[in-house]
């Protein structure tokens, strides 16, 4: 698994440079929201109870030509990741299980814009709590309502190579002695599924309300781990956030 998602790194970034080449000479500015606030959903991959949590993000990039208007076609760019750490003694019915530290991710993504329409993908490398390849492919669609409110509405596919996935949703011999559960060995492909509905509402032209509804459901081997208390995952993220923009 990890050889194919190597390989799609490989296939995705071969189709975008070219067509990013064209366009570089005409990107002018770099925009994107950097914001904190509060997150409520699910306290773990697969929790069937909901908690309270901080909330950061970095989205909404945008990438501008010289003439003022959005880079339409493809674009490479940075992709990162967070997950929060998993430890036994906040949940009950994971006792006997390893703690799991909290992991940051880095990778690439690739982006094709047409109009209010973009498709991705991306792929990063876990560094901490996990060591695996993760990534998502995707779509989103912008609603620009008035001058103040956008919305973004948005459908994903998540992937895991088998360190991931062995990670998060695997039991193994000893952890199986030690706890209720079965001992379980999951394979690595599409672990998760999600639609999103996001709004943004300016309250200055730097400043906004970041808001976002998201539901999600574990799926194939991760949906069948005996540590999966409940396959859907919603999750509900409010925020404020700062429009940040470099000019080139």
């Not at 030509?65 to 036994?88: C, H, M, N, V, W």
């Not at 060591?131 to 669609?141: R, S």
């Not at 695997?170 to 001992?183: I, K, L, M, Q, Y």
Request: negative net charge.
């Amino acid at each position: 698994m990890r050889c194919l998602f190597a390989i799609a790194l490989m296939t995705t970034s071969a189709l975008a440079a070219p067509a990013s080449a064209q366009w570089i000479n005409n990107i002018s500015e770099a925009s994107f929201d950097v914001g904190a606030g509060i997150s409520y959903g699910p306290g773990y991959f697969g929790d069937d109870e909901t908690e309270l949590g901080p909330w950061g993000t970095m989205r909404n990039l945008t990438l501008g030509t010289e003439t003022g208007e959005e880079k339409q076609g493809f674009s490479l760019i940075p992709s990162f990741g967070y997950i929060g750490d998993r430890k036994a003694d906040d949940h009950d019915e994971l006792e006997g299980l390893d703690d799991i530290d909290w992991t940051g991710e880095i990778g690439l993504r690739v982006n094709y814009v047409s109009g209010p329409a973009m498709s991705y993908g991306a792929v990063r490398l876990g560094v901490g709590g996990h060591d695996g390849l993760v990534g998502e492919i995707g779509t989103k669609y912008r609603f620009i309502v008035n001058d103040k409110l956008t919305l973004w509405t948005a459908a994903e596919l998540q992937l895991g190579d088998d360190e991931f996935t062995d990670t998060y949703f695997g039991v193994s011999p000893d952890e199986s002695a030690a706890s209720n559960f079965r001992e379980y060995d999951p394979s690595g492909g599409i672990y998760g599924a999600n639609i999103s509905l996001e709004a943004r509402y300016a309250l200055t032209p730097k400043t906004s309300i970041l808001g976002k509804v998201t539901y999600g459901r574990l799926l194939n081997d991760a949906g069948d781990s005996p540590i999966v208390q409940e396959r859907n995952q919603p999750e509900i993220n409010l925020g404020i956030a700062r429009r940040l923009n470099f000019r080139f």
